[in-house]
């Protein structure tokens, strides 16, 4: 088969590997869509090489299983992976949090075993998750990542009608977040620095954009809301100045929650946390239980999923694909197979 690597200093090859084999508890995936994920970018950008094939959102059909594989699955099934492996038995892995293993864990695409940018996947068979019929595999593709963390934080949050939202960072996470947020009901501020970003967040929903290059988006969200400040934030860039600017631009008994890896911020915590009795959220992916959830969600709503996919790549496009995603102002872009 073949599959995607980073030869280091952002450039990536596509490489012959031999066709993966399903042994006891495992399955073998058809890779249908892979998702490009700002995480990507970190191993992307390195100056190392990496072994392994590169991507983490992977959604696709079963093509084989291995002995004593979930009875539940069935060649020819449309999943999402859950795309983390711990030691399956202590107690964050039994609450389907397997990133959070205390045996340690690995990300597959993340550099420490063969990911999604491929023909096939390798994985164990309990990290599948079924893809309703009514979702696309693209879709599916976003929600194994970026889309269902920042549905997962917002709904951490309990996000409803009756709130305003302000959506930090208008990449594909924050993307995500403005139109979850939107189909929750509530109205969105979306914030960025870059223009083209901006306009995808109007396309998502965005009741207000704010370019946080030109104005203060604090002072901004306060004078939007009647000088209150807004009832939840999802911090999704990873950029210290926006950590901070995420709990400042709150109003009393509100909610933050931070999905965005990144520097460290410099959070005043009397006048934002302590004095206005803020809620904070750390929200690291989900669990498996949540994708479930998550993707019921998209089925129940109705949300159109397919909107926040601007770009479309085959393997061999890769290093076009993950050059023009670097560059930023894109959407959520995705490599497809037939």
């Known amino acids: 088969m073949r599959g995607v690597v980073f030869t280091g200093n952002r450039k990536s090859e596509l490489r012959t590997f031999p066709d993966p084999k399903a042994g006891p508890g495992e399955a073998v995936v058809k890779v249908r869509a892979s998702g490009l994920c700002g995480t990507d ?15 983490h959102e992977p959604c696709g059909e079963i093509v084989e299983l291995g002995a004593g594989a979930n009875p539940g699955l069935r060649v020819g099934d449309r999943v999402i992976v859950h795309h983390y492996a711990g030691c399956a038995v202590c107690e964050y892995c039994s609450m389907g949090y397997e990133q959070l293993c205390a045996k340690g864990h690995v990300t597959y695409g993340g550099g420490t075993a063969h990911g999604a940018n491929a023909e096939y996947m390798l994985v164990p068979a309990r990290t599948l998750v079924h893809l309703p019929e009514a979702l696309s595999f693209e879709g599916g593709a976003a929600l194994s990542c970026g889309t269902g963390t920042a549905w997962n934080g917002l709904n951490k949050m309990k996000v409803t009608g009756g709130d305003i939202v302000a959506v930090f960072g208008q990449g594909p996470v924050g993307l995500s977040g403005t139109l979850c947020a939107k ?6 501020i979306a914030i960025d620095v870059d223009r083209a970003r901006l306009d995808l967040a ?25 000088g209150q400040g807004a009832t939840a934030a999802l911090e999704s860039s ?40 803020t809620t904070v959220f750390g929200s690291w992916t989900f669990s498996k239980a ?28 890769a290093e076009e694909a993950f050059r023009l995603f670097d560059a930023g102002g894109t959407g959520k872009c995705m490599i497809v197979n037939g």
């Not at 970018?41 to 991507?55: C, E, N």
Request: charged share 20%; aromatic share 6%.
């Open 183 to 188: 189909w929750m009901g509530a109205t969105v």
């Open 290 to 317: 949540e994708l479930v959830e998550c993707a019921r969600f998209m089925v129940d709503t109705g949300l159109p999923l397919d909107t926040l996919i601007t770009h479309r790549f085959t393997l061999e496009q």
């Open 41 to 55: 970018l970190h191993l992307y950008r390195m100056a190392q090489a990496t072994d392994t094939i590169s991507g």
């Open 202 to 226: 109007r396309k998502m929903g965005a009741d207000h954009v704010i370019d946080a290059s030109t104005v203060d988006p604090v002072k901004a969200i306060v004078d939007l809301t009647g």
């Open 238 to 277: 990873g950029n210290p100045v926006a950590r901070s600017q995420t709990v400042a631009c709150l109003r009393p008994f509100s909610r933050a929650c931070y999905v965005g890896a990144g520097g460290p911020a410099e959070i005043d915590i009397n006048r934002d946390l302590i004095f206005k009795v």
